[in-house]
Structure formats: structure tokens, C-alpha cells
């Protein structure tokens, strides 16, 4: 069932040759926790889907049942193992001209979660992509974690593999930006441990547990202690981390300039060529290094 617009047709897309209008996808988010924060578009788009795309049929019954909503459409399972096959099938129903609702268990839709392949296939067919905005673990650990906020990045869950994650984490330990994962609480512990070995046991971050939920809690502190404390709690449900980003490097000083052309001069190396090179790897002005080291302030 697809909504009439203000000039009678229906909500959809372009029409094709034939007249037949292709269909919506709908990108609709779901609580994380308490099933009050559900968006009001979010009822009326799964009242009214032709097709419910479900990463779990089961929640989302339940999630009906807690908005009170009967669903009038078909619903089907779609999720990590049958992406491939059903992604075919819910584009077929797409260009025929059915509005199509994708929810997963929690959060947006493609976010570490089944939807990618989706909307990708959607764009490609010429279909119409579109969203219920709805809550994220990630902004939501984001914006409650005390951690900078202007700039982050989203990284999803660490690979399983120890040897794997070990290098994955090494290729960010020079991240600037704030960092989000998702990790599973059976392996907090190891993973909380592994990135205080790779980003250093000081380094601020913050485990945010069943966020919205009753037993909500965000413990904050160093990778250190917080690796300490997920290995002596087990702490339960669903786990979002945020890392504060390194800090960026000390800018050199003339002063370390002049030592590195010493160095390089004694090595053999022309007092000019030093100089110059010297500069333009610690990205300081030719002049005030050249200045530095012919001329040297005297000391009173």
C-alpha cells in the first residue's frame, strides 16, 4: 500500500514506459533499547509496507505488538545469510512498483548490520531510497562517552581473529579522529586488552552498555583499568566502544632541527643539502633552520 501525493499519484518514483511506477525502498530505524524512542514514522511505514524486509521476523512481531501495529503486507526475513538470494527477490518486488521497508534488530539498517547490498542493488535498478531516521548506538554512545565529538569514526566490530585484530588495531593507533566499535561481551575483555596494547593502556575511552535499556551504564576511564574491569565483571548485552583519537605529534622545534644537520654534516653530508632536507622533512622554514644553524643565538 503506497501513499497517494498531493497530486493524486502515488509515492514512489518515476514512472516507467509502460506507466507502472517503481517502488520505495524505506531504510526504517529502530529502537536501541526502549521502544518508546521509536520514531513516529516508523508505525505508519511498517502499517502500511507492501513487503517488511525483517533481519528477525520474531522481534519484529514484537516490535508490532509493542507499537500496536498490524502489519497489511507480507513480511519476510532478510539478514546476514540469505542477503544474497533475497536481495534479488525484494528488487523484483521493488520495480513492480511495491514499497518495500527494511528493519533490523536495532538501529539503522546497513550500519554493521544487513541493508548494504540492499540499497545497492536498489540504486543500481533505479529505485527509490529513503529512510526513517531512528536511534543509533553509535551517535548515541558518541554523544554520552565524554570523548571529543567533532570528529570520529565508525569502525564496526574488530575482526575475530586475535592475530587479525592485533594488525587491525595497530593500522589505527595513529587515528586521530574518536573511535566507535561494536564488540561482542564474550570478547570485551580480550578486545579491550588488545587496544590497550595497541593505542597504549592511558589512552581515554569509554564502554557503553545496553544503552536506553534498564541496566543502561557507560563506564568511562583508561583502556588500562577498563580492560581490568571487563575481565573481572563479564559485563552483560549489547556493548558499543568509543576511543579518543592519538594525539597528534609535537611539532619539531629549530632547536631538534640543528641537531639533525649536525648529525647529518658529521655523517658527511654538505651543510647546505642537510639544511635543506632537514626542513622540508620536519616541515620547518628553510630559512629559520639555515638562520639556526650558521648563525646560533649566543647564550648571555
Same mark, same amino acid.
Given at each position: 500500500?503506497?501513499?497517494?501525493?498531493? !497530486? =493524486?499519484? @502515488?509515492? *514512489?518514483?518515476?514512472?516507467?514506459? !509502460? =506507466?507502472? @511506477?517503481? *517502488?520505495?525502498?524505506?531504510?526504517?530505524g529502530t529502537p536501541i533499547g526502549d521502544v518508546g524512542d521509536a520514531p513516529p514514522g516508523l508505525?505508519?511505514?511498517?502499517?502500511?509496507?507492501?513487503?517488511?524486509?525483517?533481519?528477525?521476523?520474531?522481534?519484529?512481531?514484537?516490535?508490532?505488538?509493542?507499537?500496536?501495529?498490524?502489519a497489511s503486507g507480507r513480511v519476510v526475513s532478510y539478514f546476514e545469510g540469505?542477503?544474497?538470494t533475497r536481495t534479488g527477490d525484494l528488487i523484483t518486488a521493488l520495480t513492480e512498483g511495491r514499497r518495500v521497508?527494511?528493519?533490523?534488530?536495532?538501529?539503522?539498517p546497513s550500519v554493521s548490520d544487513p541493508g548494504y547490498r540492499l540499497v545497492d542493488a536498489a540504486v543500481q535498478a533505479g529505485v527509490r531510497v529513503t529512510a526513517v531516521p531512528g536511534p543509533s548506538a553509535v551517535l548515541t554512545a558518541l554523544a554520552v562517552s565524554g570523548l571529543p565529538v567533532d570528529r570520529f569514526s565508525f569502525e564496526g566490530f574488530p575482526p575475530r581473529r586475535s592475530g587479525e585484530r592485533d594488525r587491525w588495531l595497530a593500522a589505527l593507533s595513529a587515528e586521530r579522529r574518536t573511535m566507535i566499535f561494536f564488540e561482542s561481551r564474550h570478547r570485551l575483555a580480550a578486545t579491550l586488552r588488545a587496544m590497550s596494547e595497541a593505542f597504549g593502556e592511558q589512552r581515554r575511552a569509554a564502554v557503553c552498555r545496553e544503552l536506553t535499556k534498564t541496566h543502561e551504564e557507560v563506564r568511562r576511564g583508561e583502556l588500562g583499568e577498563l580492560a581490568t574491569w571487563a575481565a573481572e565483571n563479564e559485563p552483560l548485552g549489547e556493548i558499543t566502544l568509543v576511543v579518543a583519537g592519538a594525539e597528534a605529534p609535537a611539532k619539531p622545534t629549530i632547536e631538534q632541527a640543528v641537531a639533525v644537520v649536525a648529525e647529518r654534516v658529521a655523517a658527511g653530508a654538505s651543510?647546505?643539502?642537510a639544511i635543506a632536507e632537514v626542513a622540508r622533512e620536519l616541515g620547518l622554514p628553510k630559512r629559520a633552520v639555515y638562520a639556526a644553524v650558521v648563525d646560533p643565538p649566543h647564550s648571555a
Open positions: 500500500m503506497r501513499r497517494p501525493t498531493a !497530486a =493524486g499519484c @502515488e509515492d *514512489g518514483g518515476v514512472g516507467d514506459e !509502460a =506507466g507502472r @511506477e517503481s *517502488g520505495v525502498l524505506v531504510l526504517a508505525a505508519r511505514e511498517l502499517a502500511e509496507a507492501d513487503v517488511i524486509a525483517a533481519e528477525d521476523t520474531r522481534r519484529l512481531h514484537r516490535l508490532l505488538s509493542s507499537l500496536g501495529v498490524r540469505n542477503e544474497d521497508v527494511l528493519v533490523t534488530d536495532a538501529g539503522m651543510r647546505r643539502d
